[in-house]
């Protein structure tokens, strides 16, 4: 499976992505999990409307990684989350806010809790109400 499966038959989508991303989280239900951080991989994957041609070469007319990322941040630094479905919710629902993004990807996995795997998390994929 491609990192990036493809989406619908919709209109044409510019793909801005983050990959990796790789935050200390407080997640879990547990009461060892309650007690400290954990490494929490993130990816997200959100489509743009699509420019016909070129266009001109200024970041105003696009979304930026830096920005998504800075609300990442923010959301995991801020709160407890019990699950990561909650938290995927969360940081898609403010994704969305960007009435530019029309489809928002996120997969977070926690990358220390089972020894043999190398990651188990969740991944979830959201459609703007404007699409």
Do not use: C
């Given at each position: 499976m491609s990192f990036f499966p493809a989406w619908s038959n919709r209109p044409p989508l510019r793909r801005i992505f983050i990959k990796n991303l790789i935050l200390q989280a407080r997640i879990g239900v547990y009461d060892f999990e309650q007690e400290t951080?954990?490494?929490?991989?993130?990816?997200?994957s959100v489509g743009v409307t699509e420019d016909k041609g070129i266009g001109i070469d200024?970041?105003?007319?696009?979304?930026?990684?830096?920005?998504?990322?800075?609300?990442v941040k923010t959301?995991?630094?801020?709160t407890h989350f019990h699950l990561v479905e909650t938290l995927a919710e969360t940081i898609i629902e403010?994704?969305?806010?960007?009435?530019?993004?029309?489809?928002?990807?996120?997969?977070?996995?926690?990358?220390?809790?089972i020894p043999?795997?190398?990651?188990?998390g969740v991944e979830i994929e959201r459609w703007s109400k404007e699409v």
């Amino acid at each position: 499976m491609s990192f990036f499966p493809a989406w619908s038959n919709r209109p044409p989508l510019r793909r801005i992505f983050i990959k990796n991303l790789i935050l200390q989280a407080r997640i879990g239900v547990y009461d060892f999990e309650q007690e400290t951080t954990q490494r929490l991989q993130i990816n997200i994957s959100v489509g743009v409307t699509e420019d016909k041609g070129i266009g001109i070469d200024d970041l105003a007319r696009t979304v930026s990684y830096e920005d998504i990322t800075n609300q990442v941040k923010t959301i995991v630094s801020h709160t407890h989350f019990h699950l990561v479905e909650t938290l995927a919710e969360t940081i898609i629902e403010t994704i969305l806010e960007d009435k530019r993004i029309h489809v928002a990807r996120v997969t977070l996995e926690k990358l220390d809790i089972i020894p043999e795997a190398q990651g188990v998390g969740v991944e979830i994929e959201r459609w703007s109400k404007e699409v």
